[in-house]
T-cell receptor, first 114, second 112 residues
Framework: AQKVTQAQTEISVVEKEDVTLDCVYETRDTTYYLFWYKQPPSGELVFLIRRNSFDEQNEISGRYSWNFQKSTSSFNFTITASQVVDSAVYFC???????????FGGGTRVLVKP | DGGITQSPKYLFRKEGQNVTLSCEQN?????MYWYRQDPGQGLRLIYY???????QKGDIAEGYSVSREKKESFPLTVTSAQKNPTAFYLC???????????FGAGSRLTVL
């Protein structure tokens, strides 16, 4: 069975601080995909990134960066110089290569104060 | 613009009543999904469908039913058999084989 754990339920920072969200996953499969989604107060989940298990390169997109470490089964997400608009719930998710089922972590609520 | 439309956004019902949540997509996606979100528990899969007239149970299908008569539509019925129906329900879709889900804005159901 697959499992995704986001140990931080809520993080509060002041604007311009960096914030790192942890994600640890469990799977017996050797090939899989990892995702991060953002859920703003409007409720709709917005796709941020997908990483497949063969690609351990870190990625940076603007103020967002992701650190994938297969050895520790972690896929952490960092927001640099946070802004109030980053306030949302962030979900990490895992999907096997075969099939369409996505397993989500419990989410981390990020509150960025001005 | 293409996307997923869920309705209603808010719904209040009395215990024992069945309710149906609507989900329509114009993305030409083959696969559609229903997730339930409860505080602190992330999203849990209720049902999914990869093709018209076919669907599979997810992790928490008990007390729910779905239909897929059209590619664009995947309504979810929350039946009176669902013990704790108050939750936020999210519909999603994807192309077959694709891994990225597109989500609707959700429907919040409150059972009084």
């Amino acid at each position: 069975a697959q499992k995704v754990t986001q140990a931080q339920t809520e993080i509060s920072v002041v604007e311009k601080e960096d914030v790192t969200l942890d994600c640890v996953y469990e799977t017996r499969d050797t090939t899989y995909y990892l995702f991060w989604y953002k859920q703003p107060p409007s409720g709709e989940l917005v796709f941020l990134i997908r990483r497949n298990s063969f690609d351990e390169q870190n990625e940076i997109s603007g103020r967002y960066s992701w650190n994938f470490q297969k050895s520790t089964s972690s896929f952490n997400f960092t927001i640099t110089a946070s802004q109030v608009v980053d306030s949302a719930v962030y979900f990490c998710a895992l999907k096997m290569t075969a099939g369409n089922k996505l397993t989500f972590g419990g989410g981390t609520r990020v509150l960025v104060k001005p | 613009d293409g996307g997923i439309t869920q309705s209603p956004k808010y719904l209040f019902r009395k215990e024992g009543q069945n309710v149906t949540l609507s989900c329509e997509q114009n993305l030409n996606h083959d696969a559609m999904y229903w997730y339930r979100q409860d505080p602190g528990q992330g999203l849990r899969l209720i049902y999914y469908s990869q093709i018209v007239n076919d669907f599979q149970k997810g992790d928490i299908a008990e007390g729910y039913s779905v239909s897929r008569e059209k590619k664009e539509s995947f309504p979810l019925t929350v039946t009176s058999a669902q013990k704790n129906p108050t939750a936020f329900y999210l519909c999603a879709s994807s192309s077959l084989g694709a891994n990225v889900l597109t989500f609707g804005a959700g429907s919040r159901l409150t059972v009084l």
